[in-house]
């Protein structure tokens, strides 16, 4: 690994993953992944995270005042 390039790039593997590197950015940033434990093992990370991050509004517990509303109707129209 390239110590100089790995300062120089570093900040720019989370610039690359989230899509927003120039093209010659994303071209350096390919290379030195593909040569650099410490940086490959941090994008795979911020991969992961990323991931997970985007799939939490996916698993929303279900909403309490739907709950409370529901049991309420059904208490009501049980009264009827
Ligand atoms: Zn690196």
Known sequence: MNT???RALYRG??????GEADP???V???RHLAACWA???DAEWLVLIKA???RIGERR???LAVARLARY???VSDKR
């Open 52 to 54: 997970a991050l985007g």
């Open 24 to 26: 010659s950015l994303a």
């Open 61 to 63: 517990p279900p909403d």
């Open 73 to 75: 109707a059904s208490t």
């Open 4 to 6: 100089r390039e790995h």
């Open 13 to 18: 593997v989370e610039t690359y993953l989230d």
């Open 28 to 30: 350096s940033v390919r």
């Open 39 to 41: 940086c490959s093992e």
